[in-house]
């Protein structure tokens, strides 16, 4: 257990659809990460917050938002599905600069 | 803007060969590297880090030297077990303040016994 939580496991939902990632992170870490892993892009940053602030933005579509409420758990929106939206989803957590993150075990999520 | 390069897989060796997978990295400043590893079904795991030249990074045997000449982060590991066939990602951190990693596409070892 690395002490960063993230819900469901595994989602199975249709296109067009919107769901929602859920991810604690680990006691103590202010930032939280959200990655996208899949097959032909590799893993691809979406996005940051600290502390309950948006810090980064990568490569996330504007039918993706995120937000990380006051206890620091973060939730990642997805909406509008789309086949291509399948792939695993990475939170990740952080508690000082420059010595690497914390991985939850990922969303796998299937849009049929 | 700033990249990590890493060899491309899959990498099959059989137990006990010394493993070498290739990184390389641009960058501006001076990043902090890693190496993290991904066993199958599971998320990305912190291996091994370097956070200024000629730091080597070392964790369950395997090694990497933080080469600023040369811009590189080469994994080595000296006799390689079944157990450690998976998914091997170089990355850096820029430690500025988002601290983002960039990750490599990875490269996947297979070990045969």
């Known amino acids: 257990d690395s002490g960063v939580t993230q819900t469901p496991k595994h989602l199975i939902t249709a296109t067009g659809q919107r769901v929602t990632l859920r991810c604690s992170p680990r006691s103590g870490d202010l930032s939280v990460y959200w990655y996208q892993q899949s097959l032909d892009q590799g893993l691809q940053f979406l996005i940051q917050y600290y502390n309950g602030e948006e810090r980064a933005k990568g490569n996330i579509l504007e039918r993706f938002s995120a937000q990380q409420f006051p206890d620091l758990h973060s939730e990642l929106n997805l909406s509008s599905l789309e086949l291509g939206d399948s792939a695993l989803y990475f939170c990740a957590s952080s508690y000082r600069v420059g010595y690497g993150y914390t991985f939850g075990s990922g969303t796998r999520l299937t849009v049929v | 803007g700033n990249s990590v390069t890493q060899m491309e897989g899959p990498v099959t060796l059989s137990e006990e060969a010394f493993l070498t997978i290739n990184c390389t990295y641009t960058?501006?400043?001076?990043?902090?590297l890693f190496w993290y590893v991904q066993y199958p079904g599971e998320g990305l795991q912190l291996l091994l880090k370097?956070?200024?030249?000629?730091d080597k990074g070392s964790n369950k045997g395997f090694e990497a030297t933080y080469r600023k000449e040369t811009t590189s982060f080469h994994l080595e590991k000296g006799s390689v077990q079944v157990s450690d066939s998976a998914v091997y990602f170089c990355a850096l951190s820029e430690r500025d303040r988002d601290d983002k990693i960039i990750f490599g596409k990875g490269t996947r070892l297979h070990i045969l016994p």
């Open positions: 370097a956070t200024k030249a000629d």
């Open positions: 960058a501006t400043g001076y990043p902090s």
